[in-house]
């Protein structure tokens, strides 16, 4: 359920990382049963880690301050829109709802918005601008997924 106030967090996160952090311009809140679990902050610049969006890093928090992998009844805030790599991640951890102030386009007039990788990972992966190719391993390997099934399905 839709609360102004996370998302006004979000926003004011993503405002006090641009001017008391010289960050990018993102926050991330993450709620549940109307409590706030964590938050999070765009990253890059200081961790040099291409992945340390707002709501991957609010979303890492939540994982760890819930002590699960999956974030079911819980909501996202979001100062901007999610990029690809934060949706997927949000799809992934089974969040409940996304809710955020600005959209990609609106992000596109100043840059901080990955346009372009929208447009691309819609297409095919032959059609793909990056080569992707699917190749197959060693016969001489035993199949990490079968490893794994035959560990997990184990009585």
């Known amino acids: 359920m839709f609360e102004q106030r996370y998302l006004d ?11 008391d952090k010289g960050g990018r311009p993102f926050g991330s809140v993450i709620t549940k049963d109307a409590e706030v679990v964590s938050t999070g902050v765009n990253e890059l610049l200081e961790t040099g880690d291409p992945t340390a969006h707002a709501e991957m890093q609010a979303i890492r928090a939540a994982a760890q301050a819930l002590g699960s992998l999956r974030l079911e009844g819980c909501t996202i805030y979001a100062s901007g829109e999610p990029c690809p790599m934060c949706l997927s991640a949000i799809y992934l951890a089974g969040a409940s709802e996304v809710f955020f102030a600005y959209s990609k386009t609106h992000g596109a007039k100043y840059g901080v918005a990955a346009l372009h990788v929208y447009a691309e990972i819609g297409k095919p992966v032959e059609r793909q601008m990056m080569p992707i190719a699917e190749k197959p391993a060693s016969a001489l390997l035993d199949s990490p997924y079968t490893l794994w099934q035959a560990r997990t399905s184990k009585p």
């Open 9 to 19: 967090q979000a926003v004011q996160l993503a405002i006090d990382n641009v001017r």
